[in-house]
């Protein structure tokens, strides 16, 4: 579904991702760990179009096209969704508002009919319900005054309503009590599927004691230095990142 | 066919005592256009358009926006509307005007006098609660050819009343055109005015308005301004405190696009305390518009316990577009609280980004996120019946405005 092969980045003047190259197939689960500063969100980023990241080489091609020619919006309407480390709050934009325009850019892409209004609002009573969130979120402007828990929440609401067949949760985990982290754990397992790739970036490993992943990446200045199954997010855990960088550089 | 109530020498009089751009409070606004329109009507021998039916574009809003109205079309009081009043205890009559002399109060004022055909008093009795909003239709049918038309209305709300009010200007026609329009609010003691004004009119179309409010102890005043159309607009909005407990909202929006000129001027004068007087102004500005917000508060020795906030922010979706914004703050009491903010900027790159992660086109974002920053002054104006039509007026204004604005 997805392949990277040999990307280069960069912010500005700062040269964040060297050499990065990940395959990622449908039913799949992957998890990127890596240190603050590895470049886990920049890769996040990049894929879903980010226009203060330059690409300087490489490639990523998603289901045969060229994805680094896509527009954000084509990128999200062709199925790719990016949940935000930190979900931007939009005020005076309402949730349920921005959830029916984004399920329906979706499915006019797709050359479906627009959702009408009753669907919609017991598809998302429904996903809601899955996530513990109270049905008056949706009259909320979008993750206006939400806690962290909440705006972590709505983006697992806005996945769960748009069903990506690729779904990128950056540190998704990050800043969540126990219970948060359950709901948003079940929300990201609900979705799993046959025909649907997950990748989770995280720092810790907390996360997979929920979600399980199939595959474990370490991502180490710009690229992977190390993959393997769940088992390496646990070594990771007792060891420490600097495992990673010594077993890299020695 | 009616003609001027004052002499045409009177006229021609006045507007060459229209203020200029070396006094400060008219800096950014330049009104040499006005005295222009007004010579070349006053050498035709300053005929006013008839007046007698209210144009399409009126009877539209009156369709719309459900209220009681009274209709002033060119400057004359249909007195039909005024007989339809008929809500107890709100009574709104004509006064004659034609014996009354200039004030030699400010040019505008003199002006408006000056070009005055009869003026419209709306009393609402005490302790009457206004069962729908007292509505005022200013509307000018300048077709050809270009003329000049002043509405005066006296507001007097006595002690103990809620009411509501809804100004609404609006025009037809492609000559160019001057109104003029001054509205005295009186709100009596303990006493509640809801105040929406709407400005509405043709692009070729000008217009200066002032509206002054004095308000008895106790009394409360929610003021919202929505600016949408006319070419050269201009408005005054003074705020007169001398009784304690008095508190006054005032928020305003102005789109703007094209060669579109606004300038809102508040000024709120406390001249005792406790008392508040807030005020939060919006703008949206695209192409060459030029706008201005000067908002000033003066609290007079002895208002202490002063409550005073300014407001204003402003969205330039051109390089060309250019927003004039002025908090001015005079203090001469001890204990007082005030505070402003002004800010000028674009859209927000993260919001927009995100909401293009979410599917929605670059534009469609746009809109969306623009829309947000308007209704911010929608939620804030008080009558809860005009905002789905503030809103589609909104959602319109800005989508032709916005056409073409993407880089």
Not at chain 2, 365 to 385: E, G, M, N
Request: glycine fraction near 8%; proline fraction near 3%; include cysteine.
């Amino acid at each position: 579904m997805l392949e990277i092969n040999n990307l280069n980045a960069s912010i500005g003047d700062s040269h964040i991702l060297r050499g990065l190259s990940l395959n990622v197939s449908a039913g799949e689960v992957h998890a990127i760990m890596g240190p603050n500063g590895s470049g886990k969100s920049t890769l996040a980023q990049v894929i879903a179009g980010h226009d203060d990241y330059k690409v300087s080489s490489g490639t990523v091609n998603y289901k045969g096209q060229d994805l680094l020619q896509l527009e954000p919006e084509e990128r999200a309407r062709e199925g790719i969704f990016l949940g935000f480390q930190y979900p931007v709050e939009i005020p005076g934009v309402n949730n349920a508002y921005l959830l029916k325009a984004a399920v329906n850019a979706k499915r006019k892409h797709q050359g479906l009919e627009e959702i009408d209004a009753f669907e919609f609002l017991k598809l998302a009573k429904e996903k809601m319900a899955v996530l513990d969130m109270d049905p008056k979120f949706l009259n909320r402007g979008v993750n206006e005054g939400f806690s962290g828990g909440e705006k972590k929440r709505n983006e697992i609401l806005q996945m769960a309503m748009l069903e990506p067949s690729l779904a990128i949760l950056d540190e998704t985990d990050s800043g969540l009590d126990i219970d948060a982290l359950r709901a948003v754990a079940e929300g990201v397992n609900a979705l799993r599927s046959p025909d649907r790739a997950i990748v989770l970036v995280t720092h810790y490993q907390r996360l997979l004691d929920y979600v399980e992943p199939d595959f474990v990446h370490v991502l180490s200045d710009g690229r992977i230095a190390r993959s393997g199954d769940k088992s390496l997010a646990l070594q990771l855990e007792e060891k420490g990142y600097d495992w990673v960088r010594e077993a890299v550089n020695g | 066919m009616k003609s001027a109530a004052l002499s045409i020498d009177t006229l021609r009089e006045v507007i060459a005592r229209l203020p200029t751009k070396h006094q400060e409070d008219w800096k950014y606004t330049d009104l040499s256009s006005i005295a222009n329109i007004g010579n070349q009507w006053l050498d035709r021998g300053a005929e006013f358009a008839s007046g007698s039916e209210i144009p399409d574009a009126g009877t539209q809003i009156q369709q719309r926006i459900d209220a009681d109205w009274l209709v002033v079309v060119d400057g004359v009081i249909n007195e039909q509307s005024l007989a339809a009043m008929n809500q107890p205890g709100v009574s709104a009559t004509l006064v004659n005007v034609s014996n009354n002399k200039l004030e030699c109060n400010t040019p505008l004022d003199d002006l408006n006098r000056a070009l005055l055909h009869d003026g419209l008093c709306v009393s609402v009795s005490a302790n009457t609660e206004t069962k729908k909003p007292v509505g005022i239709l200013i509307i000018d049918s300048s077709d050809s050819p270009a003329g000049m038309s002043a509405t005066r209305v006296e507001i007097d709300v006595a002690a103990g009343s809620r009411a509501s009010f809804i100004e609404f200007h609006t025009s037809s026609g492609v000559a160019d055109h001057y109104a003029n329009s001054v509205v005295n609010l009186k709100l009596g003691d303990g006493s509640h005015a809801s105040y929406v004004r709407i400005q509405d009119r043709e692009q070729d179309h000008n217009q200066t308005g002032r509206t002054a409010v004095s308000l008895g102890r106790d009394s409360e005043l929610n003021h919202c301004a929505f600016d949408f159309g006319g070419k050269l607009v201009r408005n005054d909005l003074n705020i007169d405190i001398a009784h304690a407990g008095a508190a006054a909202t005032f928020n305003g929006l102005y789109l703007a696009g094209g060669q579109q000129h606004i300038d809102n001027h508040t000024r709120a004068d406390h001249r005792v305390g406790p008392a508040k007087s807030h005020q939060e102004y919006r703008g949206i500005l695209t192409g060459n518009a030029q706008c201005v917000w000067n908002g000033k508060a003066i609290v007079h020795e002895g208002a202490d316990g002063t409550d005073a906030e300014q407001a204003n922010h402003n969205l330039l979706l051109s390089a060309k577009a250019e927003i004039d914004a002025k908090p001015e703050l005079e203090i001469y009491a001890d204990d007082v609280k005030c505070s402003h903010g002004t800010t000028v900027g674009q859209l927000d790159e993260t919001a927009l980004f995100y909401l293009r992660t979410r599917g929605l086109n670059r534009h469609e974002a746009k809109q969306v996120l623009t829309r947000a920053f308007a209704q911010a002054i929608v939620s804030k104006s008080p009558i809860d019946s005009l905002h789905e039509f503030l809103t589609e007026k909104i959602s319109g204004r800005l989508g032709s405005l916005m056409q073409g604005t993407d880089e």
